[in-house]
């Protein structure tokens, strides 16, 4: 979501109409520099150490609060290359919801608050930030959060990416309603679990997604569904076989803790190829047990494209795989739609990890080769906290 730079005062709270994220409120996109420009970024050099960790502990993790630990991975533009040497600058508020200065701080960096500091990502990509959860400005609307500002090595500017946001703060979906994230290096909705009380969230970045005047694009031929680092979205499809036949059960929603894959079909129907890759994905569903749900989805407005849907099912002897159907994928009442599938290529493979889509494949055939592609990226995204369990909803 857009962030803004206006810090009224260090121990106050934000007036109501401004907002303290980081950058000004204004849409203008200066179209010379990447990122549109990044007031507030230049903060990132004020303090900076010389020698940067791929893992670093904010002064909050002694203080009072709740222990946080965001780690994962940065990504080149593909959401699948690592990019090392990623300098990363982080800033919150206090457990109380201030940018609170401490005594010593350069000036220029007091309307960051003391809960700041950098990672430099490592030879994988890697990163981890020990903190304290941030506390939302006292009064406001605004969910807490946490910035983050992204410089690349050759890149000539630094540039802002979303806030890390939780998705337990009663705060968010309101704002997020009237304020749309824009995904800038990704969905910035973290879903926490929790390890010995500690509160783990895992946030992965892609270097340069939606954000203006970056070198590089993400080419043609892999335009198809969203893009590694966003939100799976909610849809409700047509199931008509498998586990719940005859619903319109959201997959994400129902199965969105572990592992998902949405297998879509294009508008040239490939049956030899699509029986192949069911009966691959039922083995890996089978195999990989409650930690993998499969979707195959399929667009038919032919009153019998249940049967057929049915009699596929029967004939491959599914008992995992969801075979489901929508009137077409630009459909806006199961919706779909949000899912941006291109009905011109052969297949589209979207694999999610807790609502977020972790990899994705497009145009892939039927073979050994593929398979290997599809179970390797499953067993790559799982990440180092799996099998953790979510932190307790109110």
Request: charged share 25%; aromatic share 10%; hydrophobic share 30%.
């Amino acid at each position: 979501m857009k962030t803004l730079i206006l810090f009224i005062g260090m121990l106050i709270p934000c007036l109501g109409f401004m907002s303290c994220n980081g950058q000004t409120s204004e849409k203008k996109i200066n179209n010379a520099i990447i990122g549109g420009g990044c007031d507030g970024c230049e903060m990132m050099y004020v303090g900076m150490p010389k020698t940067i960790y791929s893992e670093d502990t904010s002064p909050g993790w002694n203080e009072k609060g709740q222990k946080l630990i965001v780690s994962r991975t940065v990504f080149q533009l593909d959401g699948k290359t690592p990019a090392p040497n990623i300098i990363m600058y982080y800033w919150q508020t206090d457990n109380d919801g201030y940018y609170s200065p401490e005594k010593g701080m350069d000036k220029r960096a007091e309307r960051h608050g003391h809960i700041r500091g950098w990672v430099k990502t490592d030879a994988a990509g890697k990163y981890t930030i020990k903190t304290i959860r941030p506390a939302p400005y006292p009064g406001q609307t605004m969910p807490a959060h946490i910035h983050l500002s992204i410089k690349e090595p050759d890149v000539d500017h630094e540039y802002y990416v979303d806030e890390i946001n939780f998705d337990d703060d009663p705060l968010l979906i309101p704002y997020l309603k009237k304020n749309p994230q824009e995904n800038r290096g990704g969905s910035g909705i973290v879903r926490l679990l929790i390890q010995r009380n500690i509160h783990i969230a895992e946030h992965t970045i892609i270097l340069g997604l939606h954000i203006p005047n970056y070198p590089k694009t993400i080419p043609q031929s892999a335009r198809s569904g969203l893009n590694i680092g966003e939100d799976q979205p909610s849809f409700t499809p047509y199931h008509a076989y498998g586990p719940d036949k005859g619903t319109r059960t959201c997959p994400v929603c129902k199965y969105g803790r572990y592992q998902g894959i949405l297998y879509f079909t294009g508008a040239k129907t490939d049956w030899d190829d699509i029986k192949k890759w069911l009966q691959f994905l039922e083995q890996e569903s089978t195999k990989r047990s409650q930690y993998l749900k499969v979707y195959f989805i399929s667009a038919g407005q032919d009153p019998e494209y249940r049967k057929v849907l049915v009699n596929l099912g029967e004939e491959l002897h599914l008992k995992k795989t969801a075979l489901c159907f929508v009137p077409s994928f630009s459909d806006k009442e199961t919706e779909v739609n949000l899912n941006k599938i291109n009905p011109d290529f052969k297949n589209t493979f979207i694999i999610y990890k807790h609502r977020n889509i972790v990899d994705k494949y497009v145009n892939l055939e039927a073979g050994n080769e593929n398979f290997g592609k599809i179970s390797k990226a499953l067993d790559k995204t799982q990440g180092d906290y799996f099998e953790l369990p979510e932190i307790p909803y109110e």
